[in-house]
Every structure is written in structure tokens, then in C-alpha cells.
């Protein structure tokens, strides 16, 4: 059993698994762990776990000696009038969860310490950050790669998993760590989904009843719309059905694309003949889903 380090803050030291919001701390961890010759895997994350994320720590589990999740709601990838203050905060649930996973131990920096006074360092990304997410949350992609880059670094683990779930999320991830020359393998977690076939995710929590059954409408919308792309149906009909489809259910669309499955480039016309995968964003009310699917 690894110990519980001394300064581990108050509210964390009484959580089920070893827990710390402390960078020395998380340093003398990990260098332990390296001298005793174990690999890291580290799965970064903004709490309100649910089965998805523990799916993730468990494939970290399986391609590393050790397993640190983190847990920070990163307040660079929300803008003003986004649901940071909203987002769900559970951490004694989360870490009880994380303990049942398999992590070793639980990184739960706070934000004066990620961001002190003085924080001026952007990155700016192109290439899959482009288009989709992008035109709707143009923060969001810095804000993510600046975070992860930190975490990165703090951590130094051989390999990170990221959820498909968040798929332009784990592209634009893929090419950042590609770009910087990070030596840090990114393993892709599938989707995890209900039996009516909505994506898990934290904000399913913000749903009332009656936008929780509406709300499997996406994949179905997603998996027509990927179902007539492999059937050589050209991508514009086929966006033009999803798109009504989803109209006719969600409040607002934000987009439903279909986009080369590596680049995320936009697709040449016509059917497609190249890996590709349809992505959507779609409000319910005060609740924004996001959802992708492989075609083919
Ligand atoms: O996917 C998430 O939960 C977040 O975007 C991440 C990768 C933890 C960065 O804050």
C-alpha cells in the first residue's frame, strides 16, 4: 500500500486512495515509482466520474505499473456564461470510484496553483482543432491543450488514455504530443454507452426526465448518418437527412459533420472513399451533447 504523504491537504488525505494536490508531493511519487522501475499511465479528467472514465483508468491499468487520474475543472476551456461553476464537483464519490478502478493515486491540483498571478502562456492549434468544436467554442481547444501540456509535464507518464467520446478533443491531443515531440504514448478509450445508446458523459447529469429519453435521438441520428455514408450514400444528402433529423428532436444543432477520421479535415464531395467518422453537437434545453461515430 503506497503511503499517504504528509502534506497531503486535509480534504484529500481522507480519501480511499492516496490523494494529493500538491506538485512536490506528485513528483516524489512518480520518481519513486521510476526508480523502483515501474511505468505511469495517467488519465487526465474533470471528475463527476461515471463508467466511461473508470473504462479509462482500467486500460491505463493494463498498459502501466501505475495509474494517476486527475481531477481539475480546468477553467481555460470554459468561456463566460459556460457551465464551470455548474459543473459537477464529487470528489469523495469520484475517488471512492477511482479506488474500485485501480488508480494508484488521485492528482487533484488546484487552479491558483495551475494558473498563479502572472500565467500568460497560450498555445494556439490548427489542423484538427479546426471547424466542429472550434466554431462554436473557440476558447476550448486552448484552454484543453494548455492544461493537458501541464499535466503532461507535471506528471511525465509513458502513456495518457483519452476517451473517443471527446474524439476532436483526442485528435487535437494526438497532434500536440506528435508536434512537441512529448514522448508519451496516447491510447484511445472507446465510447461507453447506455443501453438506448446515449454516450456516458458527466452533463448527462444536467438532463430532467423528459430530455434524458429524448436525448438517445443523437446516436441514432449519428448512426443513420454513418449507416448512409458506408452505403456510398454522398456525404451532403446524407448530412442533409441527419441534420433534419436531429432538427426535428434537439433545440439547437450545432453541428453534424462528417470529417476524415484521422485529420478531421472536411471531406472532398461525393461518397465517401476514405476513414472517415460523423461528429455532432446538439443542445436539450441547458444541456449540450456531443457525440461522434467511426463510418463503417
Ligand atoms: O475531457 C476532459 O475531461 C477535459 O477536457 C480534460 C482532458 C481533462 C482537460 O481538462
Same mark, same amino acid.
Given at each position: 500500500?503506497?503511503?499517504?504523504?504528509?502534506?497531503?491537504?486535509?480534504?484529500?488525505?481522507?480519501?480511499?486512495? $492516496?490523494?494529493?494536490?500538491?506538485?512536490?508531493?506528485?513528483?516524489?511519487?512518480?520518481?519513486?515509482?521510476?526508480?523502483?522501475?515501474?511505468?505511469?499511465?495517467? +488519465?487526465?479528467?474533470?471528475?463527476?466520474?461515471?463508467?466511461?472514465?473508470?473504462?479509462? *483508468?482500467? &486500460? !491505463?491499468?493494463?498498459? %502501466?505499473?501505475? +495509474?494517476?487520474?486527475?481531477?481539475?475543472?480546468?477553467?481555460?476551456?470554459?468561456?463566460?456564461?459556460?457551465?464551470?461553476?455548474?459543473?459537477?464537483?464529487?470528489?469523495?464519490?469520484?475517488?471512492?470510484?477511482?479506488?474500485? %478502478?485501480?488508480?494508484?493515486? @488521485?492528482?487533484? $491540483?488546484?487552479?491558483?496553483?495551475?494558473? $498563479?498571478?502572472?500565467?500568460?502562456?497560450?498555445? &494556439?492549434? =490548427?489542423?484538427?482543432?479546426?471547424?466542429? =468544436?472550434?466554431?462554436?467554442?473557440?476558447?476550448?481547444?486552448? #484552454? *484543453?491543450?494548455?492544461?493537458?501540456?501541464?499535466?503532461?509535464?507535471?506528471?511525465?507518464?509513458?502513456?495518457?488514455?483519452? #476517451? =473517443?467520446?471527446?474524439?476532436?478533443?483526442?485528435?487535437?491531443?494526438?497532434?500536440?504530443?506528435?508536434?512537441?515531440?512529448?514522448?508519451?504514448?496516447?491510447?484511445?478509450?472507446?465510447?461507453?454507452?447506455?443501453?438506448?445508446?446515449?454516450?456516458?458523459?458527466?452533463?448527462?447529469?444536467?438532463?430532467?426526465?423528459?430530455?434524458? #429519453?429524448?436525448? !438517445?435521438?443523437?446516436?441514432?441520428?449519428?448512426?443513420?448518418?454513418?449507416?448512409?455514408?458506408?452505403?456510398?450514400?454522398?456525404?451532403?444528402?446524407?448530412?442533409?437527412?441527419?441534420? %433534419?433529423?436531429?432538427?426535428?428532436?434537439?433545440?439547437?444543432?450545432?453541428?453534424?459533420?462528417?470529417?476524415?477520421?484521422?485529420?478531421?479535415?472536411?471531406?472532398?464531395?461525393?461518397? *465517401?472513399?476514405?476513414?472517415?467518422?460523423?461528429?455532432?453537437?446538439?443542445? @436539450?434545453?441547458?444541456?449540450?451533447?456531443?457525440?461522434?461515430? $467511426?463510418?463503417?
Amino acid at each position: 500500500m503506497i503511503p499517504h504523504y504528509p502534506a497531503f491537504m486535509g480534504a484529500l488525505s481522507s480519501l480511499p486512495l $492516496p490523494a494529493t494536490a500538491d506538485l512536490t508531493d506528485l513528483r516524489r511519487q512518480v520518481r519513486d515509482w521510476r526508480q523502483a522501475g515501474e511505468t505511469i499511465g495517467c +488519465v487526465p479528467t474533470m471528475g463527476a466520474l461515471h463508467e466511461g472514465h473508470l473504462s479509462l *483508468v482500467k &486500460t !491505463a491499468k493494463e498498459n %502501466a505499473d501505475r +495509474v494517476i487520474a486527475s481531477i481539475f475543472v480546468n477553467p481555460t476551456q470554459f468561456a463566460p456564461g459556460e457551465d464551470f461553476d455548474a459543473y459537477p464537483r464529487t470528489l469523495d464519490t469520484d475517488a471512492a470510484k477511482l479506488a474500485t %478502478a485501480g488508480c494508484d493515486l @488521485l492528482y487533484a $491540483p488546484v487552479a491558483s496553483d495551475m494558473y $498563479p498571478d502572472g500565467f500568460s502562456t497560450q498555445l &494556439t492549434l =490548427e489542423g484538427p482543432a479546426l471547424g466542429l =468544436e472550434t466554431d462554436f467554442r473557440p476558447h476550448f481547444f486552448g #484552454g *484543453v491543450a494548455i492544461v493537458v501540456a501541464k499535466l503532461f509535464n507535471r506528471i511525465q507518464p509513458d502513456l495518457a488514455v483519452f #476517451g =473517443e467520446k471527446d474524439y476532436q478533443q483526442l485528435r487535437v491531443i494526438q497532434s500536440m504530443v506528435r508536434d512537441l515531440d512529448l514522448p508519451i504514448e496516447i491510447i484511445p478509450g472507446p465510447t461507453l454507452r447506455e443501453r438506448d445508446g446515449l454516450a456516458l458523459s458527466s452533463r448527462n447529469a444536467y438532463l430532467s426526465t423528459s430530455e434524458r #429519453g429524448q436525448a !438517445a435521438q443523437l446516436f441514432l441520428a449519428l448512426s443513420g448518418f454513418a449507416d448512409d455514408l458506408a452505403k456510398g450514400v454522398d456525404w451532403e444528402t446524407a448530412q442533409g437527412k441527419a441534420l %433534419a433529423k436531429a432538427a426535428n428532436t434537439f433545440d439547437r444543432v450545432d453541428y453534424i459533420e462528417a470529417r476524415c477520421a484521422s485529420t478531421l479535415a472536411p471531406l472532398p464531395a461525393g461518397p *465517401v472513399k476514405q476513414p472517415a467518422r460523423v461528429l455532432a453537437a446538439v443542445w @436539450l434545453g441547458k444541456t449540450r451533447l456531443i457525440d461522434n461515430l $467511426p463510418v463503417g
